[in-house]
């Protein structure tokens, strides 16, 4: 059952005066966060096999530190999403083939309105709530659906849990 795995990069440092937005670096709690989360993912026995990677700096160093809990997932630094939506992600998602777990790490609002916008029928509703208030850094909605990648739609997933590194 092909499962998507939607992690929003963990706390990143403040926006500073000539740094740009695509330059912040996480913060150190938010690198104890992205390690957490890969190991949570992990416990879970979700191991993506592909992780779709935001070009922004904490999106590329959420991941690696997220990966040495997942190894052996080739990873693709994607530069549509950053700043995409959810029309823009999905287009990266629907050209996917035969991928079993696929993670995605990016940025909100877009993460967890993608989650929203794709979680159907047989979505459990505590995760469906949490998903509502946005994703909080460092955390994960996750997926499974029934069909193929390229048919994946509106409501065509079940949101079967939110998963967090923040409990550090």
Do not use: N
Not at 75 to 103: C, F, I, N, Q, W
Not at 133 to 143: D, E, N, S, V
Request: aromatic letters at 2%.
């Amino acid at each position: 059952m092909p499962t998507l795995i939607l992690a929003r990069h963990a706390k990143a440092e403040a926006p500073a005066p000539g740094l740009s937005d695509m330059d912040r670096a996480l913060a150190i709690i938010g690198r104890k966060a992205s390690t957490r989360l890969g190991e949570v993912l992990a416990e879970a026995s979700l191991t993506p096999t592909l992780a779709l990677v935001s070009p922004a700096s904490r999106t590329q160093q959420t991941w690696k530190l997220m990966a040495a809990a997942l190894s052996g997932c080739e990873s693709r630094t994607v530069d549509a999403l950053y700043e995409t939506h959810v029309p823009g992600l999905l287009k990266e998602l629907t050209a996917l083939d035969g991928e079993e777990v696929v993670t995605v790490v990016g940025h909100e609002p877009t993460s967890s309105a993608a989650a929203a916008f794709l979680s159907g029928q047989g979505s459990d509703k505590t995760a469906l709530q949490r998903v509502a208030h946005g994703l909080p850094t460092a955390t994960a909605a996750i997926l499974e659906f029934d069909c193929t990648w390229s048919e994946l739609d509106a409501r065509t997933a079940r949101l079967t849990a939110v998963l967090s590194g923040r409990d550090v």
